[in-house]
């Protein structure tokens, strides 16, 4: 099976309507500076955190589209195909000229 991936231009039309949007990079990376809405669940506690992910579509960013395709790939292998990896990640998402947000996990 495939993965779907978009381009930051396809993700950035899609952004604002209400997507589920995890970002896999560590914490500290995660907090100086994540697209708006973002939830950081990190690579490296993915496995652990699996059951935290709802159903429907599930978009993944990272810094630039790696680790984030590896957590699609993770999640298609334990069942959930609707996953989407965003190409170019957090940097092609500033590049586009676009803001990001400071700090933790939003409440």
């Given at each position: 099976m495939s993965i779907s991936e978009?381009?930051?231009?396809?993700?950035?039309?899609?952004?604002?309507q209400g997507i589920y949007l995890v970002d896999v990079r560590e914490i500290d990376e995660y907090e100086?500076?994540?697209?708006?809405?973002?939830?950081?669940?990190?690579?490296?506690?993915f496995s652990s955190r699996l059951?935290?992910?709802?159903?429907?579509?599930?978009?993944?960013?990272?810094r630039s589209g790696g680790r984030s395709m590896q957590a699609c790939e993770f999640c298609v292998d334990n069942g959930m195909s609707d996953v989407v990896?965003?190409?170019?990640?957090?940097?092609?998402?500033?590049?586009?000229g676009n803001e990001v947000v400071f700090g933790g996990n939003p409440e």
């Open positions: 978009i381009s930051i231009a396809e993700f950035m039309s899609i952004h604002s100086s500076g994540h697209v708006a809405g973002a939830i950081n669940i990190p690579l490296s506690e059951s935290e992910l709802p159903g429907g579509t599930i978009y993944m960013i990272c990896n965003i190409a170019g990640g957090t940097l092609g998402w500033v590049s586009a």
